[in-house]
């Protein structure tokens, strides 16, 4: 019987799963963005939330497309790009509004993160945490020189009210990048784990069994491992079983 290697086919249907649900999820907050924007868009001018609804729609259907039409390679290598493109807009609209750092908008950068650490790994999470970060960092400069619109949002003491939220949102990413690299690890191990049994198992068949298949729903036949004198024997050799 051969020598039974990691599942690690499991490991990638699982991650482009990952990607697939992702890409929905940006979709559908994205199309819901772009929805409130044409409907509660008050006290922004039409120019305004036009494009906004405009960026918000075109960033659903490119997610949307990607999940439909692309492959799992090229969902991978976009992901990235959809991701950044996400955590930008959440910037314009608190650019826009005139909110800064005290923009709603922002929360969703945070799950944006954590999510993306899950699917992407840790590299790709600290380079979104980044642009993250410096996009925070505009937005208080902005605050700071009065460049953003005046918008309905208690300023108080501006030093109080930049640094404070500047680091409060921080601090989010940071969890978020955590608690995303967290769950990435724990879903590593469990894929690890449940090879180790697969392995233990497949030996257990060599010892205690001549021959070991696998059907699918359908009644196809999808693996087979059977002792080198049993194949000669029934002629899968000859096969190329």
Request: aromatic residues 6%; glycine residues 10%; proline residues 4%.
């Amino acid at each position: 019987m051969a020598e039974p290697t990691p599942n690690k086919e499991a490991r990638h249907r699982l991650r482009q799963s990952l990607t697939r649900h992702l890409l929905d999820a940006t979709a559908a907050v994205a199309l819901a963005s772009a929805l409130m924007f044409l409907g509660l868009g008050h006290p922004l001018d039409w120019v305004a939330r036009l494009s906004l609804a405009t960026a918000f729609l075109a960033l659903a259907g490119v997610a949307f497309a990607l999940r439909r039409d692309a492959g799992a390679v090229v969902q991978a290598r976009a992901l990235p790009y959809v991701i950044g493109t996400a955590i930008g807009l959440c910037g314009v609209v608190a650019a826009v509004t005139g909110e800064g750092l005290m923009s709603p908008a922002l929360a969703v950068v945070g799950v944006f993160l954590c999510l993306f650490t899950v699917v992407g790994g840790l590299r790709p999470g600290i380079l979104a945490a980044a642009v993250g970060v410096g996009m925070l960092l505009l937005l208080g400069l902005g605050m700071a020189f009065d460049w953003l619109p005046p918008a309905d949002v208690v300023r108080g003491d501006a030093a109080r009210n930049l640094v404070r939220p500047l680091l409060t949102h921080v601090l989010v990413l940071a969890i978020a990048l955590c608690g995303g690299e967290l769950l990435g690890r724990t879903l590593d191990r469990t894929l690890r784990s449940a090879d180790e049994r697969e392995r233990r198992f497949l030996g257990l068949l060599a010892v205690a069994a001549d021959a070991y298949w696998e059907m699918d729903g359908s009644g196809r036949l999808v693996r087979f491992s059977a002792k080198e004198e049993l194949r000669n024997f029934v002629g899968l050799r000859r096969h190329g079983v």
